[in-house]
């Protein structure tokens, strides 16, 4: 089994500045891709930012610029430094890992975090 346990999320005002982290633990030989995701209120799931085994990255359009992916893959993690936060902003943060565990390392299974909201005031 593996988990990923988020941290970080909170309430600021427009401007400011939160991390996000997410660990993932557990059978784990390998994690592939990791990244965010995020749910505002009445909206579909959207994906922020996608960062690869060998550290290219992708973002949103919307987040270009205010948000930045990084991954420790000696401690299996990956955080989300977000700066100039929107109330646009405001969401459930969701992280994934596309992960190949131990024992059947040529397979690889998606897995996800709790969510940590992240509410930005005006």
């Known amino acids: 089994q593996v988990q990923l346990v988020e941290s970080g999320g909170g309430l600021v005002q427009a401007g400011a500045s939160l991390r996000l982290s997410c660990a993932a633990s557990?059978?784990?030989?390998?994690?592939?891709?990791m990244g965010w995701y995020r749910q505002a209120p009445g909206k579909q799931r959207e994906l922020v930012a996608i960062i690869l085994s060998g550290g290219g990255t992708n973002y949103a359009d919307s987040v270009k610029g205010r948000f930045t992916i990084s991954r420790d893959n000696a401690k299996n993690t990956v955080s989300l430094q977000m700066i100039n936060l929107l109330p646009e902003d405001t969401a459930v943060y969701y992280c994934?890992?596309?992960?190949?565990?131990?024992?059947?390392?040529?397979?690889?299974?998606?897995?996800w975090g709790q969510g940590t909201q992240v509410t930005v005031s005006s």
């Open positions: 994934f890992a596309n992960v190949s565990p131990l024992g059947s390392v040529l397979s690889h299974s998606l897995h």
């Open positions: 557990g059978s784990i030989f390998k994690i592939n891709t």
